[in-house]
């Protein structure tokens, strides 16, 4: 960053940005095998992680489908102010690293399976 700017994020813009950001790693990651496996059409517009994982040839494990459930709820709801309050004060920094070390785990597997 430049010198003399300074960039302030609140807790709620980052906590957006934060969440929106890593649903939407795995989504358009998951609509890349869609693409890979269902050659004949192309992704569906919608955001919902297991319905997109269900439709690659990929097989998930029950822990990896809950995630992306709990991941589920950033994008779909996370959009509405109070929902986000609620997200904010439920997710706080040790459960904000979990979900990232594991979305980063995902990330990875499916960037080697494409």
């Not at 934060?18 to 004949?40: G, I, M």
């Amino acid at each position: 960053m430049p010198a003399g700017i300074e960039f302030y994020v609140t807790p709620l813009h980052f906590f957006s940005i934060f969440t929106l950001s890593n649903h939407l790693v795995l989504e358009k990651l998951l609509k890349a095998h869609w693409v890979k496996d269902n050659t004949e059409n192309t992704p569906p517009k919608m955001h919902h992680l297991v319905y997109l994982a269900n439709k690659t040839k990929l097989l998930f494990t029950e822990e990896e489908t809950n995630f992306f459930n709990l991941i589920n709820q950033f994008q779909l709801e996370g959009r509405y102010p109070d929902y986000k309050f609620d997200l904010i004060k439920k997710y706080k920094a040790p459960e904000t690293k979990n979900i990232l070390k594991q979305v980063d785990i995902i990330r990875l597997c499916l960037l080697k399976n494409l």
